[in-house]
C-alpha cells in the first residue's frame, strides 16, 4: 500500500502539473487512493451540489471517473493514515458543458472531511471536484467500489430541480407564519431569512432580525414554539454552544438565550422532557453525555447534562413513543468513540432507562441518524438504523412489546448499502406507505416491508410542502427538488396544542380510510441536521374519505375529529378536555392576544356566531356570552391562558388566548 500510495503522488503530482484545473482537464482515477497536492485550479464549477457553506470558493480541483459497471461508489475524504482537512465536494454527470449535480457533501466524514456515495451506470463519465471554500491545503481522497449487486430500480415518483436562492443558509421548512403553507427558513449570524410561501405561488423574502449569534447552527437545526406566543422559535447548535432564538410577541424578530456551556452540538430536538406543557430543547453532545434545557415556562431555560446518554459520539437524536405507552423517548444513533445507540425509554416520572441490549442495536453500528416509523402500518413505530460508515444498515420490525426483531434480510436494506448521515421517512407518492430518504437514495415501501430504489434521487434536506400541491419536497442538498407527484390523494394536519405544548409536538395521529390505519408524530428534528415540516403528513392512495381520524396530545387528552375531504390541510385545536371535535369551514381571529378587558372577534362563521364559551384549563367554564357584537367582556377574569369555544349550527371551533 505504502508504493502504491507513493506512486500515486508521483503521478498525480505530474498530471497536476499539466491540467486537473478545469472540466476539460479532469484527472481520470479509478477504485483506490488519491493525493491532492493542493487546491488551486481555476475553473470553479457554476452549480453547487450541496447547500453547506454558500460563500463563494477561490479555486477548485477536477477529477474524472469513467464507471464501468452499474454499481455503487463511496467517495471520501476520511482516509485511514492520512490528515483530515476540511473539504467540501460536488460531484456531477454529463459533459463539462451540461453539468448535472449528482450528490454534493460538505461535513459527511469526521472532523469536517466529506462522504458520499451514489449510484453510478456502466458507461458514463462522472466529474469529481473539491472546492477550496474551507481549505486549499493538501489531502487524500478514497474511491471505493460497492460491493453487492445494484437493485434494478423504477420510477415511483419524480422531482424537478426548482430555482430558489434563500438569503442564508436554508436549514428548515415550516410554517413560520401560520398559515398552513410550509416556508423556507435559512440563516445568518444576525438575521432569519424567510421565504414566505404564497398562496398564488412563489416566495416573497421577509427578513427578521436577530441578535449576533453567539452559535450559529452549523451542525443543525430544530424549530418549535417555546414561549408559547404563537410564533416558531428556533434552536442553533454549533461544535461550541447552544443559541435559542425566541421569536417576540410581534412576530417581527428574535431575541436570544445562549449559556457559557461547552456542547459540541450534533443534532438538536424540541420535545416535552417532563410533559409539564412547556417545551424543552435537547441536544446531542459529540464529545460528552447528552444536555438539555428544560423550559420553566416563564421565558427561563435551566441546563442539564446526563441522564439521557452518559458518553461520546452522540450524533442523531429523535424522539419517538415506540413502546405506545404515551410518552416520549428518546433514541440516539451513536458513531466514533462510542458507536453504541441509545434507546432511552421514558419512565414518566422524570427518569429514562436506556434499553438498547433489549433493542439489539449495541453493536457499534456507525450512524448518524435513523428513520422511525409505523412501515408495515401495524400501529407501532419500526426503524432504519442508517449506516454512515459500516457499509450496512439494519432495520429492526417492532414486536408490538417493546422489543424488535432484525429484518433486514430480503428488505432490500440489506443490499442498499449506500451511506449517508441524513435518514428520515416519509410518503413521498402519497400512497399511503412511508418510504426512506438519505443523501444517495429514495428507497420506495412496496408495503410489506421490502423496499425498491427510486430512480430519481432528491438528495437529503428539509421536508414539506412548498407549492400546496399535497405532495412532500426536498431542499437541501441539491437545492430545491420539487416533487411533480401523482393521482394519489393525502390529508395534512396541523396540531395546536393548549394544555400540552403550542405545536403539539410529541402528538400521536392515526387516520384510518379504506386503505388501513396509519399513525404519525409530530416530530421536531429527526434526521442529522436538517428541521422539516411540523404539520403532519398522511398519503391516502385512491382513498377519498378519511373514516377516522384521533390525536393522543402528550397531556394525555385523546380527541376524535370528524374530517370532511381529503386534499387538504386541517387545524386540530387540543381541546381541554376529551370530547369530538368538528372541523368546519369557519374561521375566525381573536384579537388582541394576549388581551387585557376585551377580546374581538372576526372572521367567518357560517352557522352564525352563536354561543360562546370561555373554559380555562381546568376544563371549567368560567365565562358565557352572547357574540352578537363580536366583542366579548373578559375583565372579570383572572390573567392566564384560556380557550374560546364557538358553537353554532355549523359546529364547534375554538381559539386559545391569554388574559393579562
Same mark, same amino acid.
Given at each position: 500500500?505504502?508504493?502504491?500510495?507513493?506512486?500515486?503522488s508521483?503521478?498525480l503530482?505530474?498530471?497536476?502539473?499539466?491540467g486537473q484545473?478545469?472540466?476539460?482537464?479532469?484527472?481520470?482515477?479509478?477504485?483506490?487512493?488519491?493525493?491532492?497536492?493542493?487546491?488551486?485550479?481555476?475553473?470553479?464549477?457554476?452549480?453547487?451540489?450541496?447547500?453547506?457553506?454558500?460563500?463563494?470558493?477561490?479555486?477548485?480541483?477536477?477529477?474524472?471517473y469513467?464507471?464501468?459497471?452499474?454499481?455503487?461508489?463511496?467517495?471520501?475524504?476520511?482516509v485511514?493514515?492520512?490528515?483530515?482537512?476540511?473539504?467540501?465536494?460536488?460531484?456531477?454527470?454529463?459533459?463539462c458543458?451540461?453539468?448535472?449535480?449528482?450528490?454534493?457533501?460538505?461535513?459527511?466524514?469526521?472532523?469536517?472531511?466529506?462522504?458520499?456515495?451514489?449510484?453510478?451506470?456502466?458507461?458514463?463519465?462522472?466529474?469529481?471536484?473539491?472546492?477550496?471554500?474551507?481549505?486549499?491545503?493538501?489531502?487524500?481522497f478514497?474511491?471505493t467500489?460497492a460491493?453487492?449487486?445494484v437493485?434494478?430500480?423504477?420510477?415511483?415518483?419524480?422531482?424537478?430541480?426548482?430555482?430558489l436562492?434563500?438569503?442564508?443558509?436554508?436549514?428548515?421548512?415550516?410554517?413560520?407564519?401560520?398559515?398552513n403553507?410550509?416556508?423556507?427558513?435559512?440563516?445568518?449570524?444576525?438575521?432569519?431569512?424567510?421565504n414566505?410561501?404564497?398562496?398564488?405561488?412563489?416566495?416573497?423574502?421577509?427578513?427578521l432580525?436577530?441578535?449576533?449569534?453567539t452559535?450559529?447552527?452549523?451542525?443543525?437545526?430544530?424549530?418549535?414554539?417555546?414561549?408559547?406566543?404563537g410564533?416558531?422559535d428556533?434552536?442553533?447548535?454549533n461544535?461550541?454552544?447552544?443559541?435559542?432564538?425566541l421569536?417576540?410577541?410581534?412576530?417581527?424578530g428574535?431575541?436570544?438565550?445562549?449559556?457559557?456551556?461547552?456542547?459540541f452540538?450534533?443534532?438538536?430536538?424540541?420535545?416535552?422532557?417532563?410533559?409539564?406543557?412547556?417545551?424543552?430543547a435537547?441536544?446531542?453532545?459529540?464529545?460528552?453525555p447528552?444536555?438539555?434545557?428544560?423550559?420553566?415556562g416563564?421565558?427561563?431555560f435551566?441546563?442539564?447534562?446526563?441522564g439521557?446518554?452518559?458518553?461520546c459520539?452522540?450524533y442523531?437524536s429523535?424522539?419517538?413513543?415506540?413502546?405506545?405507552?404515551?410518552?416520549?423517548?428518546?433514541?440516539?444513533?451513536?458513531?466514533?468513540?462510542?458507536?453504541?445507540?441509545l434507546l432511552?425509554?421514558?419512565?414518566?416520572?422524570g427518569?429514562?432507562?436506556?434499553?438498547?441490549?433489549?433493542?439489539?442495536?449495541?453493536?457499534?453500528?456507525?450512524?448518524?441518524?435513523?428513520?422511525w416509523?409505523?412501515?408495515?402500518?401495524? &400501529?407501532?413505530?419500526?426503524?432504519?438504523?442508517?449506516? /454512515? @460508515?459500516? +457499509?450496512?444498515?439494519?432495520?429492526?420490525?417492532?414486536? %408490538? $412489546? !417493546?422489543?424488535?426483531?432484525?429484518?433486514?434480510?430480503?428488505?432490500?436494506m440489506?443490499?442498499?448499502t449506500?451511506?449517508?448521515?441524513?435518514?428520515?421517512?416519509h410518503?413521498?407518492?402519497?400512497?399511503?406507505w412511508?418510504?426512506?430518504?438519505?443523501?444517495?437514495?429514495?428507497l420506495?415501501?412496496?408495503g410489506?416491508?421490502?423496499?425498491?430504489?427510486?430512480?430519481?434521487?432528491?438528495?437529503?434536506?428539509s421536508?414539506?410542502?412548498?407549492?400546496?400541491?399535497?405532495f412532500?419536497?426536498?431542499?437541501g442538498?441539491?437545492?430545491?427538488?420539487?416533487?411533480?407527484?401523482n393521482?394519489?390523494?393525502?390529508l395534512?394536519?396541523?396540531?395546536?396544542?393548549?394544555?400540552?405544548n403550542r405545536? &403539539?409536538?410529541?402528538?400521536?395521529?392515526t387516520l384510518t /380510510? @379504506?386503505? +388501513?390505519?396509519q399513525?404519525?408524530?409530530?416530530?421536531? %428534528? $429527526? !434526521?442529522?441536521?436538517?428541521?422539516?415540516?411540523?404539520?403532519?403528513?398522511?398519503g391516502?392512495?385512491?382513498d377519498?374519505?378519511v373514516?377516522?381520524?384521533?390525536?393522543?396530545?402528550?397531556?394525555?387528552?385523546?380527541q376524535?375529529?370528524e374530517?370532511?375531504?381529503?386534499?387538504?390541510?386541517?387545524?386540530?385545536?387540543?381541546?381541554?378536555?376529551?370530547?369530538?371535535?368538528?372541523?368546519?369551514?369557519d374561521?375566525?381571529?381573536?384579537?388582541?392576544?394576549?388581551?387585557?378587558?376585551?377580546?374581538?372577534?372576526?372572521?367567518?362563521?357560517?352557522?352564525g356566531?352563536?354561543n360562546?364559551?370561555?373554559?380555562?384549563?381546568?376544563?371549567?367554564?368560567?365565562?358565557?356570552?352572547r357574540?352578537?357584537?363580536?366583542?366579548?367582556?373578559?375583565?372579570?377574569?383572572? @390573567?392566564?391562558?384560556?380557550?374560546?369555544?364557538v358553537?353554532?349550527?355549523g359546529?364547534?371551533?375554538?381559539?386559545?388566548f391569554?388574559?393579562?
Open positions: 500500500m505504502v508504493r502504491s500510495l507513493i506512486l500515486s508521483l503521478l503530482t505530474a498530471f497536476h502539473a499539466l484545473s478545469t472540466c476539460a482537464t479532469a484527472l481520470p482515477v479509478s477504485a483506490g487512493i488519491h493525493i491532492v497536492p493542493a487546491v488551486d485550479g481555476t475553473e470553479l464549477p457554476t452549480i453547487l451540489c450541496t447547500t453547506n457553506g454558500q460563500e463563494p470558493a477561490q479555486h477548485a480541483i477536477w477529477y474524472s469513467l464507471a464501468t459497471s452499474d454499481t455503487t461508489i463511496v467517495i471520501s475524504t476520511d485511514s493514515g492520512q490528515p483530515r482537512v476540511n473539504t467540501r465536494m460536488h460531484i456531477y454527470s454529463g459533459t458543458e451540461a453539468l448535472q449535480c449528482e450528490v454534493g457533501n460538505d461535513d459527511g466524514g469526521p472532523e469536517y472531511t466529506s462522504r458520499a456515495s451514489f449510484t453510478v451506470q456502466a458507461g458514463q463519465t462522472y466529474f469529481i471536484v473539491f472546492d477550496d471554500l474551507w481549505s486549499a491545503d493538501s489531502f487524500s478514497e474511491l467500489l460491493n453487492y449487486q437493485v434494478l430500480t423504477e420510477t415511483y415518483i419524480t422531482f424537478q430541480s426548482t430555482f436562492s434563500p438569503q442564508g443558509q436554508p436549514l428548515a421548512v415550516v410554517d413560520m407564519d401560520n398559515d403553507r410550509d416556508d423556507v427558513v435559512a440563516v445568518q449570524n444576525t438575521f432569519v431569512g424567510i414566505r410561501q404564497l398562496p398564488e405561488g412563489g416566495f416573497e423574502t421577509v427578513i432580525p436577530t441578535p449576533n449569534a452559535y450559529m447552527p452549523t451542525w443543525s437545526m430544530a424549530a418549535g414554539d417555546l414561549n408559547g406566543n410564533y416558531k428556533l434552536l442553533y447548535g461544535g461550541y454552544g447552544v443559541s435559542i432564538m421569536r417576540t410577541d410581534d412576530g417581527l428574535f431575541t436570544q438565550q445562549a449559556g457559557p456551556e461547552y456542547v452540538s450534533q443534532r438538536t430536538n424540541m420535545v416535552d422532557i417532563n410533559n409539564d406543557g412547556n417545551l424543552d435537547f441536544v446531542c453532545h459529540d464529545v460528552a447528552n444536555v438539555y434545557y428544560l423550559n420553566d416563564n421565558g427561563g435551566s441546563y442539564t447534562q446526563g439521557l446518554g452518559y458518553s459520539g452522540n442523531g429523535i424522539w419517538i413513543d415506540y413502546d405506545n405507552d404515551g410518552d416520549m423517548d428518546c433514541f440516539v444513533a451513536k458513531c466514533g468513540c462510542d458507536p453504541a445507540d432511552m425509554r421514558n419512565e414518566g416520572n427518569t429514562f432507562v436506556n434499553m438498547a441490549s433489549a433493542f439489539g442495536p449495541e453493536d457499534y453500528h456507525q450512524s448518524w441518524s435513523s428513520a416509523g409505523d412501515f408495515d402500518n401495524d &400501529g407501532d413505530l419500526d426503524v432504519l438504523i442508517g449506516g /454512515s @460508515a459500516s +457499509g450496512y444498515h439494519k432495520f429492526m420490525q417492532n414486536n %408490538g $412489546d !417493546g422489543t424488535f426483531t432484525n429484518v433486514t434480510a430480503g428488505s432490500g440489506d443490499v442498499s449506500n451511506q449517508s448521515i441524513e435518514w428520515t421517512t410518503d413521498f407518492d402519497n400512497d399511503g412511508l418510504d426512506i430518504l438519505s443523501s444517495s437514495s429514495l420506495m415501501n412496496q410489506d416491508m421490502t423496499f425498491r430504489p427510486n430512480t430519481y434521487l432528491p438528495g437529503s434536506g421536508v414539506g410542502d412548498l407549492n400546496g400541491d399535497g412532500l419536497d426536498v431542499l442538498q441539491i437545492g430545491y427538488q420539487q416533487n411533480l407527484g393521482e394519489n390523494h393525502w395534512r394536519i396541523n396540531t395546536v396544542g393548549t394544555v400540552s405545536g &403539539g409536538i410529541g402528538a400521536r395521529i /380510510s @379504506a386503505l +388501513g390505519t399513525i404519525r408524530e409530530v416530530r421536531s %428534528g $429527526d !434526521g442529522f441536521k436538517y428541521m422539516s415540516s411540523l404539520m403532519v403528513h398522511f391516502l392512495g385512491a377519498t374519505q373514516q377516522s381520524l384521533s390525536v393522543r396530545w402528550p397531556s394525555g387528552i385523546v376524535e375529529v374530517v370532511s375531504g381529503v386534499d387538504q390541510v386541517i387545524d386540530v385545536i387540543e381541546p381541554l378536555t376529551t370530547e369530538i371535535a368538528t372541523t368546519t369551514d374561521t375566525f381571529v381573536l384579537f388582541p392576544n394576549p388581551a387585557m378587558d376585551r377580546l374581538n372577534l372576526s372572521g367567518t362563521m357560517n352557522g356566531i352563536g360562546v364559551e370561555v373554559v380555562d384549563l381546568t376544563g371549567r367554564v368560567v365565562l358565557t356570552a357574540a352578537n357584537t363580536s366583542t366579548i367582556d373578559i375583565s372579570a377574569l383572572a @390573567a392566564g391562558q384560556y380557550m374560546l369555544r358553537r353554532n349550527s359546529g364547534v371551533v375554538e381559539e386559545r391569554s388574559k393579562l
